[in-house]
């Protein structure tokens, strides 16, 4: 019943940066889990990012020190500001929630990094 909508993917140079943008269309709780997967062509779907609870953040090595998660739960989104990009990072970007037993996705949106 939660339907999440990706936002803010496109084109940019290898250095750049880009900050998609997940909202949900109800409230977005505290106890929520929120995440960012990407899975680029030919590869499998790995979690990028979480913001657990309040503010507990975990990133995959190799966004750390690039990327940051937040959640706004005010405007019901999450973000993930992607910096110093690089074309590894070429991929469809997807959010989900956790909301005890029950995992919600979105349909993602694409983010083309080029060299």
């Known amino acids: 019943q939660v339907q999440l909508v990706e936002s803010g993917g496109g084109l940019v140079q290898a250095g750049g940066s880009l900050r998609v943008s997940c909202v949900a269309s109800g409230s977005i709780f505290s106890g929520d889990i929120m995440g960012w997967y990407r899975q680029a062509p030919g590869k499998q779907r790995e979690l990028v990012a979480t913001v657990i609870g309040r503010g507990t953040t975990n990133y995959a090595d190799s966004v750390k020190g690039r990327f940051t998660i937040s959640r706004d739960s005010a405007k019901n989104t999450v973000y993930l500001q992607m910096n110093s990009l690089k074309p590894e990072d070429t991929a469809v970007y997807s959010c989900?929630?956790?909301?005890?037993?029950?995992?919600?996705w979105g349909q993602g949106t694409q983010v083309t990094v080029s060299s």
């Open positions: 989900n929630l956790v909301r005890g037993s029950l995992r919600y």
